[in-house]
Every structure is written in C-alpha cells, then in structure tokens.
Nanobody
Framework: QVQLVESGGGLVQAGGSLRLSCAAS??????YGWFRQAPGKEREFVAA????????VYAESVKGRFTISRDNAKNTRYLQMNSLVPEDTAVYYC?????????????????WGQGTQVTVSS
C-alpha cells in the first residue's frame, strides 16, 4: 500500500525554524508537494518539487522563508521552514503525483500523508 508519512512538526517560537520530512513507501512518484491547513481555514498550497529538483514552486506567502528539497535515494522529501510566524501554524501535509502548470501553479495529486502539526508561538 502507498504511504506518505510526515514528521518533524512541533512547537517553535516566532523567528525559529523547523524541517519537515515526508517518507514514501510502496511507490515512487515524480512530483511531490506540501500543503497546509490552519484551524478554520481552507487547505492551501505551500511548495512543490519535481524529480530532479529542476522545477520548484512556492506559495507567495512562504517565498524566501521555506525551502523544499528531496533525497531520491532515501525516497524522502523535506520542507525547511525558517523565519516562522504565527500565521504558519497549521497541519502540514505531504502530497504526491501532482502536476506542474504555468505561472507557478501545482495541482495536487491523489496521495496524501497523515499530516504533522506545526505551531508557532508569539
């Protein structure tokens, strides 16, 4: 069975950093992305990356602060989050098998992890 497992979430003060990981098993996908959902808000796109890393897309709200990367040998994806602010508080989800489109758009694929909680305090 295909599984995506996120880890690395936790509680951090504003201005701090966290690195999220997404480990995949059962299947290998070309494209991966990260999404997040805060309490009372809609799920939103965060970042996405292609197999080679040649295509990377970020949401405007995280540009310059977050970095997405992957280690194909480990079948693992990462999201390095720096300069965190309370507005970044959310459950972060790993996504696989999405599509890249023009103008920095990544359409989510059908595979999702269970999510990892990120809480940023003031």
């Amino acid at each position: 069975q295909v599984q995506l497992v996120e880890s690395g979430g936790g509680l951090v003060q504003a201005g701090g950093s966290l690195r999220l990981s997404c480990a995949a098993s059962g299947r290998t996908f070309i494209n991966y992305g990260w999404f997040r959902q805060a309490p009372g808000k809609e799920r939103e796109f965060v970042a996405a990356i292609s197999w080679s890393g040649s295509t990377i897309v970020y949401a405007e709200s995280v540009k310059g602060r977050f970095t997405i990367s992957r280690d194909n040998a480990k079948n693992t994806r990462y999201l390095q989050m720096n300069s965190l602010v309370p507005e970044d508080t959310a459950v972060y989800y790993c996504n696989a098998a999405g599509f890249f489109r023009r103008q920095g758009i990544y359409t989510a694929g059908d595979y999702w992890g269970q999510g990892t909680q990120v809480t940023v305090s003031s």
